[in-house]
């Protein structure tokens, strides 16, 4: 089965940074979509951005400017940046990956998450 590992999450204070890598191991063909999502207690679960095969992101408005996503394809990691965190900031990070497993099989992973906390 493909993994999805996050890591980097942590205890940060209003207006510091973070940087969370999410790595995709197992089989597969290639990584095709890889996205961000957030889910704080109490909260649905939202999209935070994601980055395509070719490199093009998106991002919520909630983010934008604030957050930017990128990804090795030769690690098979994608990445978020994170500068001026905010309090509403901390949730739970998913790394949510669309994975090409063979000439007609695309399956969607989620990794188990890293917590974020923002607070002073």
């Known amino acids: 089965q493909v993994q999805l590992v996050e890591s980097g999450g942590g205890l940060v204070q209003p207006g510091g940074s973070l940087r969370l890598s999410c790595a995709v191991s197992?089989?597969?063909?290639?990584?095709?979509?890889m996205n961000w999502y957030r889910q704080a207690p109490g909260k649905q679960r939202e999209l935070v951005g994601g980055i395509s095969s070719g490199g093009s992101t998106n991002y919520a408005d909630s983010v934008k400017g604030r957050f930017t996503i990128s990804r090795d394809n030769d690690k098979n990691t994608v990445y978020l940046e994170m500068n001026s965190l905010k309090p509403e900031d901390t949730a739970v990070y998913l790394c949510?990956?669309?994975?090409?497993?063979?000439?007609?099989?695309?399956?969607?992973?989620w990794g188990h998450g890293t917590k974020v906390t923002v607070s002073s």
């Open positions: 949510n990956v669309y994975v090409l497993r063979g000439w007609n099989r695309r399956d969607v992973y």
């Open positions: 197992g089989r597969f063909l290639s990584v095709d979509t």
